[in-house]
């Protein structure tokens, strides 16, 4: 059947199409390329089967999956085999994944992965489900709700995690969970739900989660 529009409708239906493209969805391209024809000749717009509303719950479900694989990648150039809680920035992770800054948020707002970690930067910071925050992490093997993300097996991050908490200003010392920084002194200038970012003596800032670190009483 046809159904008749407004003209702002039409724009917006438009514009929700090119953003959608953008983010390579062919289905999105070929409804846009209709569109585009039907307004050069002002005619009426068809309505489309709810099927496009399956494709865009099977996006949401690849997007955990891919969410981790890309976070897992880039944590891993930076410190290697120790890329448990090593925070990424969201413009990053949206880059390597070759979508918008603005999809990525959206469709990181609608899903649920144990063990992530939103984290407030300094500079801009996106909402997401009324949380400020500009990068995000994984503490351990994720557990999800709503994607698909594989097992990945570390008993390193199951060590002490819960039982451990610090302060702004403690002193602690970095231990063997964490090689890259082991033996390495420093000072909490911040506490993130399980994870601290420390000022070492030799002047590295790292970002570590409570397991890796030791009080200096």
Same mark, same amino acid.
């Given at each position: 059947m046809a159904v008749n529009v407004s003209e702002s409708l039409f724009e917006q239906l438009l514009e929700y199409f090119r953003a959608r493209t953008e983010a390579s969805d062919l289905v999105a391209q070929d409804l846009l390329k209709t569109l585009e024809t039907l307004s050069s000749s002002n005619a009426a717009i068809s309505s489309e089967p709810k099927s496009n509303g399956d494709r865009v719950d099977n996006l949401t479900s690849q997007f955990g999956q891919k969410l981790f694989d890309t976070w897992k990648e880039l944590a891993d150039l930076q410190v290697g085999e120790n890329y448990w809680s090593y925070p990424v920035m969201f413009e990053d992770l949206a880059e390597t994944m070759e979508i918008s800054i603005d999809r990525f948020v959206q469709c990181l707002a609608t899903i649920q992965i144990g063990s992530l970690q939103l984290i407030?930067?300094?500079?801009?910071?996106?909402?997401?489900?009324?949380?400020?925050?500009?990068?995000?992490?994984?503490?351990?093997?994720?557990?999800?709700k709503k994607a698909a993300i594989p097992k990945v097996s570390d008993n390193k991050q199951e060590l002490g995690t819960?039982?451990?908490?610090?302060?702004?200003?403690?002193?602690?010392?970095?231990n063997a969970n964490r090689q890259q920084y082991a033996n390495h002194k420093g000072i909490v200038e911040q506490v993130i739900s399980v994870s601290c970012r420390v000022? =070492?003596?030799?002047?590295?800032?790292?970002?570590?989660?409570?397991?890796?670190?030791? =009080?200096?009483?």
């Open positions: 407030q930067g300094r500079g801009y910071n996106y909402q997401i489900n009324g949380q400020q925050a500009a990068s995000l992490t994984f503490h351990s093997a994720p557990t999800l819960k039982s451990k908490s610090f302060k702004v200003g403690d002193r602690v010392c970095v000022k =070492l003596d030799n002047g590295w800032t790292a970002f570590l989660p409570n397991h890796c670190l030791d =009080l200096i009483t």
